[in-house]
């Protein structure tokens, strides 16, 4: 009985150094922008009426089917299919898809960054 009641008080000990250190560390400096949600690409301060960049979006959109293109392919370079003709055109017919729509965009003028 009396290890029962030794461990017992030796996690009270520690419970309490632990929730003392909490207490102690703790920073109690709120503002309004650490309480705040952190938005990607948006200041949380500023107007919410302020208007989305689209430029912003189709780079994201962009980034988003190279992404998806990526997971497409990797498992066809790792695995090779079984017959390599078929591999082989099937893996250039989804980079053919991808270049050209590269080139649209590039064409479009949708890549240029303007201000």
Known sequence: ???FYTSITLMMMIFIVFLLTTMISKKSKMSREKNSPFEC????????RKPFSTHFFL???????????I??????FSIKMSNL???F???STIIFILIMGLMHEWKNGMLEWSK
Do not use: Y
């Not at 690409?41 to 919410?48: C, I, T, V």
């Not at 780079?59 to 293109?69: Q, R, S, T």
């Open 41 to 48: 690409g948006f200041s949380a301060m500023s107007s919410a």
């Open 59 to 69: 780079i994201a959109i962009l980034f988003l089917v190279f992404d998806i293109e």
């Open 1 to 3: 009985m009396k290890i």
């Open 71 to 76: 997971s497409i392919m990797l498992p066809m």
């Open 85 to 87: 003709t078929e591999w």
């Open 89 to 91: 055109i099937s893996s």
